[in-house]
């Protein structure tokens, strides 16, 4: 017998947008009486991820309670709609997610690790194009949960999918006899009107591949010492989540199968086999009911993802290589030996310390680091997006033979004040570097293609020597 299954729409959006996929659903057994669409207030300025997850756990317990909705049903969640269940998961049933409601998990272009496009929303231009309808109101505190390295994802990823250094290492969420999560997105960027004014390569037009891939890893660098060490951070996952990148989907028809709304209609180069290809892992996800099964659409989505970026090599028509490159994304927290925040700093990437190769190092910076974004709410938060395929097939193909495949980072920050400094001086920065990529793999190779990695940078404070000094009481005469 087929589950229940509950839809959640993202950030401006509702739920007359996912008709289509509960169409679809019931036309493949699901019955619509055990299909329901929920609907959330996104673009009022006092509502946070966490204040919908709240209203949504009171609403499935009361359902629950009056026998309307199962006590075991799957969900399918759209951009934010992510970050709502997420939250709504680790926080109603904390440390008790083996005997919660929810089985499989489907997220459609999940906002997992945040949009570039929450800035944007902020903005004045945001209030006019997406709150004309409601007092000029676009969601301004869900929007800082939704921007790039807000504070909001890092304390979720720490709570659902990472271990950092003093952490609880439990609960767990993800696993066996745990929720199973799969993610599908899209690689393509808009086609259509004004909507492309937000494309950008690596992504659906909306969000980036990965930030919408549920996985990620952390790691704490400590430049403190004479060499900078590198700590992992532990995973709450039993295992890597299926992620599925498709070549012909965007943000917008990612949530249905068989195009039938209009703006789903895009001017995209499509065969109808690659367009039922939506529809089929969707299915796929809902019909899994052994977790060695889900191992293996793991792998197998694997394969599609990879398949999709090798278009790279022969674009189909009205299409750039550039759609089908492979990124990631650094989130980079900046403190202080003593826990503080530092604001000001500066990350600086190259391959081999011992020689100037300027070009190489202008490249790593300019094709390589895409983008660098400070988070609007607290300036010690970066996210960094790199081409990964510029990095592999660019950058290390252009090093002279011998040289060593890698990317190393060191970092600078400046001074708090003329009483303190961070790292012996302003000038030179930190001692060292840290490789956080290896071109010819080994342990060392830390980024992965398609992640969003969590990077706890600690800088040395270091008073100066004219703030305390022992002097000699002289003796009477």
């Known amino acids: 017998m087929t589950r229940q299954v509950l839809i959640l729409h993202g950030w401006s959006d509702d739920s007359r947008s ?14 619509p009486r055990g299909i329901w669409l929920g609907d959330y207030v996104s673009k009022d300025d006092d509502l946070r ?15 629950i309670a009056r026998g309307v909705l199962d006590p075991g049903f799957d969900m399918i969640v759209h951009s934010t709609g992510a970050l709502v269940a997420r939250s709504w998961l680790t926080t109603r049933h904390r440390g008790d997610a ?47 949960d939704l921007e790039l390295a807000s504070p909001f994802q890092w304390d979720l990823a720490r709570r ?97 199968p068989q195009r039938i709304l209009p703006a789903s209609r895009e001017r995209i180069a499509e065969t109808d086999a690659e367009m039922a290809v939506l529809g089929d892992l969707i299915l796929e996800a809902l019909a899994c009911d052994r977790f060695g099964s889900y191992r293996d659409i793991g792998a197998r989505w694997h394969a599609r ?49 011992r020689t100037a190769d300027d070009d190489g190092d202008v490249y790593l910076h300019a094709s390589v ?3 660098v974004k400070t988070n609007t709410r607290d300036p010690s938060l970066r996210n960094l997006f790199f081409d990964r395929t510029d990095l592999m097939d660019g950058h290390y193909a252009a090093l002279p033979p011998g040289a060593t495949r890698a990317l190393r980072m060191s970092v600078s920050a400046a001074s708090p004040g003329r009483n303190v400094a961070y790292f012996a001086s302003e000038k030179t920065g930190a001692k060292g570097d840290v490789v956080l990529h290896l071109g010819d793999g080994g342990a060392a190779r830390w980024l992965r293609r398609n992640t969003t990695h969590y990077v706890r940078i600690v800088v040395p404070r270091r008073p100066a020597r004219r703030v ?9 005469a």
Not at 49 to 63: G, L, S, Y
Not at 106 to 121: T, Y
Not at 320 to 327: L, V
Not at 330 to 353: I, M, T
């Open 369 to 371: 680091l895409e983008d």
């Open 98 to 144: 083996a005997r919660g409601p929810l089985k499989r998990l489907v997220m459609l272009a999940p906002a997992n690790h945040g949009s570039k496009l929450a800035a944007a929303g902020k903005s004045l231009l945001g209030r006019v194009v997406k709150g004309y309808d409601n007092w000029f109101e676009s969601g301004q505190a869900m929007l800082d």
């Open 305 to 353: 993802s990879e398949a999709t970026a090798a278009r790279r090599t022969a674009p189909p028509p009205g299409a750039r290589a550039e759609f089908f490159h492979q990124y990631l994304q650094v989130n980079v927290e900046a403190r202080d030996d003593h826990g503080r925040k530092v604001p000001d700093y500066f990350l600086e990437f190259f391959s081999d310390p």
């Open 160 to 256: 659902d999918l990472l271990v950092a250094p003093g952490d609880d290492p439990g609960p767990r969420y993800y696993g066996a006899d745990l929720v199973w999560p799969f993610v599908i997105v899209g690689t393509h960027p808009y086609a259509d009107r004004l909507r492309r004014i937000t494309n950008e390569d690596g992504g659906d037009g909306t969000v980036r591949v990965c930030a919408a891939n549920l996985d990620a890893l952390g790691a704490t660098i400590d430049f403190g010492a004479d060499s900078p060490v590198l700590q992992r951070w532990a995973s709450r996952l039993e295992c890597d989540v299926p992620l599925a990148v498709l070549p012909t989907r965007t943000h917008g028809s990612i949530v249905d």
């Open 468 to 476: 305390f000094g022992l002097r000699r009481l002289a003796p009477e």
């Open 18 to 31: 996912f008709e289509p996929l509960a169409a679809f659903l019931a036309a493949a057994g699901y019955a």
């Open 49 to 63: 991820v966490e204040d919908v997850a709240t209203r949504m756990a009171q609403a499935i317990d009361d359902m």
